[in-house]
């Protein structure tokens, strides 16, 4: 089965679960308060459905539910779902309903606080699934961390690092006096909100008095990295049909050296290869130059250094070595924790916190220019997921989603859940509804914001993973 394949069956089903489930939120709450659902669908169905409760051949099946006051279905866009609740004006854009005389079932009659909370219903279950989530991968498969003291080599930082005071073999133990405890992806958030580092170096701990404003996505994108764990430049596997599967790499060699310039971890690996694209990038780089730097020497020792090789490799039209890197966390000491059935459950809701004040704190970064190249589609989210089939990792990033979803649906934007409850604040202070006329526009005033974000996301996918591929 394609990677490809793979990473798609992945992303439709994590969607259509957090879709039901993000749509069941609205519907429960609809239900409890006796309010009419017409609609309950999974995927948008304009003109066309795949699947319906009305359908002929299955209400012959099943009567009773066919006779139903909802009608189940599932649509063909896979772009989410929505459930259309009597006497609300939604996606829809149902206007001729609310020139009826309202009616007690209907969500236009309902007190302001119960349509509130048919509102945020769908936000409140994706955060309850984060959290179950998050609590059922504790208990099943407990969890794999590495102590930042453990890491004993220290960090390798890049120029700019090292310009504000960092030092090859520093490990990061506190940011304005909070101890970081662990290596993770989460450590580039604390330092750009950090003023003082307090880092490791020859076993004394020192101070550093940040002379500038990180910015949590520069750091991310910095070539060669920020920091980065001590990793020796070891294959762990090589690509079939590639440049160093040709030379006869294998699985296991470590790189000694790499275009005449002496390596030890992938970070200089890192600066050697950022040497060469500067090159290439040059308007002095003619055609001969760049097929000239398509030969790349290497010096190559076998896994148990009883063998060293100097070779050249006829790298391809990317200039790619095709090879896999070793990951770093496998040179060091993890802890692994279990947790039962009562220590799960807090484990579940201080990952489920973190993550979601960790994303919120990220969107202030959205409103930049580098933010909105940033901004993905349904490409960007399949790509996050492993190219083999892994549960852990599956729901790990099922869980991440759903806060995703949470979030993004309670801002304050027309046609989303935060716009209609915005508008309920309103009419909670004031004491008066928009009238349906306002609520019409408002409501395609948020259409034509998501399709501009929509579109925005796909042009950003297809910059970012269609072109290169030509």
């Known amino acids: 089965m394609s990677v490809v394949l793979i990473k798609a069956l992945q992303l439709l089903c994590c969607l259509s679960l957090l879709v039901v489930l993000h749509e069941f939120g609205h519907f429960g709450f609809s239900k409890l308060f006796g309010v009419k659902v017409e609609k309950f669908y999974m995927f948008f169905n304009p003109y066309f459905h795949l699947f319906s409760t009305r359908d002929k051949w299955f209400a012959r099946l099943f009567p009773r539910i066919a006779k139903n006051e909802t009608e189940y279905g ?6 989410g779902g929505y459930v259309k609740i009597a006497g609300m004006i939604d996606e829809s854009m149902d206007t001729e309903q609310m020139k009826q005389p309202a009616q007690a079932d209907e969500f236009r009659s309902q007190a302001v606080w119960k349509r509130f909370l048919i509102m945020v219903g769908g936000v409140l279950m994706n955060l309850i699934t984060a959290l179950v989530i998050y609590s059922a991968v504790m208990f099943t498969w407990g969890r794999d961390y590495l102590p930042m003291r453990h890491i004993e080599q220290g960090l390798q930082f890049n120029e700019h ?6 030092r090859d073999g520093d490990i990061p133990v506190a940011a304005d006096g909070r101890e970081i ?38 750091l991310l994108q910095e070539n060669p990295p920020f920091m980065s764990l001590y990793a020796p430049a ?16 294998h699985a296991g060699d470590r790189l000694i050296s790499v275009d005449g310039h002496a390596m030890t971890t992938w970070t200089d690996f890192d600066n050697i290869i950022l040497r060469r694209s500067d090159v290439l990038a040059s308007s002095d780089c003619t055609g001969e130059d760049s097929l000239r730097l398509r030969a790349m020497p290497i010096v190559l020792a076998s896994a148990d250094g009883s063998r060293m090789d100097t070779l050249t490799l006829q790298l391809d039209e990317n200039y790619m070595m095709g090879i896999m890197r070793q990951y770093p966390t496998k040179f060091y000491e993890t802890v692994h ?39 993905g589609s349904f490409i960007t989210i399949g ?10 990792q599956f729901w790990m990033l099922t869980a991440l989603i759903s806060i995703i979803l949470a979030v993004m649906n309670i801002l304050p934007i027309p046609g989303l859940d935060g716009g209609h409850i915005v508008l309920l604040f309103y009419e909670a202070i004031t004491g008066h509804q928009p009238s349906d006329r306002a609520m019409e526009w408002i409501e ?22 269609i072109l290169p591929l030509f």
């Open 383 to 392: 790509n996050i997921f492993p190219s083999a089939w892994d549960w852990h």
């Open 444 to 465: 395609r005033i948020g259409i034509f914001i998501l399709l501009a974000l929509m579109l925005l996301a796909f042009s950003n996918d297809i910059r970012n993973f």
């Open 181 to 218: 405890a662990e290596w993770n992806s989460n450590i580039f958030r604390t330092l750009s909100q950090a003023e003082t580092v307090t880092v490791l170096r020859n076993g004394q701990e020192l101070t550093i008095q940040l002379s500038e404003k990180l910015n949590m996505l520069h």
């Open 74 to 79: 599932i649509g063909w866009v896979p772009l």
């Open 161 to 166: 690092a090292q310009s504000l005071g960092f």
């Open 234 to 249: 070891i294959i762990d596997s090589v690509l079939p049909g590639s440049a160093m599967e040709r030379v006869g790499g």
């Open 337 to 375: 924790e279990d947790y039962n059935l009562l220590t799960c459950i807090p484990a579940g809701l201080k990952k489920g916190w973190s993550t979601l004040t960790g994303y919120v704190s990220d969107l202030r970064y959205v409103a930049s220019a580098d933010g909105a190249k940033s901004v």
